[in-house]
């Protein structure tokens, strides 16, 4: 019974070891998995910051380290990363980090938000450190590689191409619901679909495939987005005369009737009331159509053959933007007729069934749902897109 007696407390030094142990694991399951949380947070919302900075590249240039850092730091803090001493929020742009193949690169911006004491409980228990440094970083870059140029973005919608022939190799048909393709001949670099299954056709290029539905491509279009921006003035609308022949000036019309051979000077022409151009004649170089919610959509078909339309250049109020319908409107534009040589932007979202045919011209369609026709074996009726345009940015995280 002594022996025994005596042995008693030596259970006790291995439960402390034992206690330490498991101490140990929970500083390691507790306090380090509470860091690798925090990481992946705020990797997510460095992301997201350096997307945001990014972004405002498309609209201000490349470039623009003020804005940039604005918005990146704004968006920090709507991921709960104010700037302050305990977060701080880095943003550069272009990059200066020392290493990286976007150091100097005006169209990137670096993001770099660092936590110097990230709390832990556990740790400190053993002598460890009260908190943890974490740092995380991304890099941003404004593209303008984006291959898209025909948009149909209304889920529920069935665009046509029955019986077109679109000639567009490095275009890019995006499609957020399904089309009939029948008859038609489409030649394009990519066809995707995020509805049913398209009806088919001839794609000697590339044939439909699916993917998820793809944005509207608006705010990554700089005169796009400034128009959604600054939109033009409504205040000081006027109705113009029957007009046969001539030249107008950009304004604001509550009635526009356009006859005979007539140039449209530069500038702005908001549709704030009806419009015809019937047996027109239309010549504008650097000019934009702005519909307003009120105004009817405008209709090219019966205008007369060899009208031709530009948009302004990177110096315009809205560059690359010849028509945008505000997207609340949901009336159809038609975009037939003579009307063979146009170019640049050409926006109505809230159109279900847009008419569109037989152009040549370095064009970015964005409707809602269309009808494409063109008689096929008849090249003079093929809408004809040479090239992939550069005018939609994208923003894309590259590090």
């Known amino acids: ?48 910051a350096a997307v945001a900075g990014a972004q405002q590249l498309v609209t201000h240039g490349c470039p623009d380290q003020a804005d940039a850092k604005t918005a990146a730091q704004n968006d920090s803090q709507v991921d709960n990363f104010t700037p302050s001493a305990s977060v701080l929020v880095q ?116 044939g439909p495939t699916p993917m998820i539905q793809t944005q509207d491509p608006c705010p990554e279009i700089a005169g796009c987005a400034a128009i959604v921006a600054s939109p033009p003035s409504v205040s000081s609308c006027t109705t113009l005369p029957p007009q046969s022949g001539g030249s107008i000036s950009p304004g604001c019309y509550n009635g526009l009737t356009l006859s005979g051979a007539v140039t449209l000077n530069p ?43 530009s948009p302004p250049t990177s110096s315009g109020a809205y560059p690359n933007v010849l028509y945008y319908q505000v997207p609340g409107n949901t009336g159809n534009p038609h975009f037939t007729g003579g009307l063979t040589n146009i170019s640049g932007l050409i926006y109505a979202s809230g159109a279900s069934a847009a008419t569109y045919c037989c152009t040549t011209g370095n064009v970015v369609l964005v409707f809602g749902g269309a009808t494409f026709s063109s008689a096929v074996g008849n090249a003079a009726n093929t809408v004809t897109i040479p090239s992939s345009s550069n005018i939609v940015r994208r923003v894309v995280i590259v590090e």
């Open 1 to 48: 019974m002594n022996e025994r007696m005596g042995e008693r407390g030596q259970v006790l030094p291995f439960i402390g070891i034992c206690l330490m142990v498991l101490m140990g694991v929970g500083a390691v399951a507790v306090d380090i998995t509470y860091v690798d949380y925090q990481q992946m947070r705020m990797q997510s919302a460095a992301d997201a």
């Open 91 to 206: 943003v550069d742009n272009p990059p200066t980090i020392t290493d990286g193949p976007y150091q100097g690169d005006n169209c990137a911006v670096y993001v770099n938000i660092k936590v110097p004491q990230t709390t832990t409980w556990f740790l400190k228990l053993f002598n460890a450190p009260s908190g943890i440094a974490v740092s995380t970083t991304a890099v941003a870059e404004m593209q303008t590689t984006n291959p898209g140029c025909i948009y149909l973005l209304k889920p529920g919608v069935t665009t046509s191409f029955t019986g077109a022939i679109i000639n567009a190799p490095s275009c890019s048909i995006l499609l957020n619901d399904t089309a009939s393709f029948s008859g038609s001949t489409i030649k394009a670099a990519s066809i995707g679909y995020a509805g049913a299954v398209p009806t088919s056709g001839t794609f000697p290029e590339v």
């Open 267 to 309: 500038g702005t022409y908001v549709l704030n009331g009806t419009s015809s151009f019937t047996g027109a004649t239309l010549t504008g170089t650097g000019v934009t159509f702005y519909v307003t919610a009120t105004g009817t959509a405008a209709d090219f078909s019966q205008v007369a053959a060899g009208s031709s339309l």
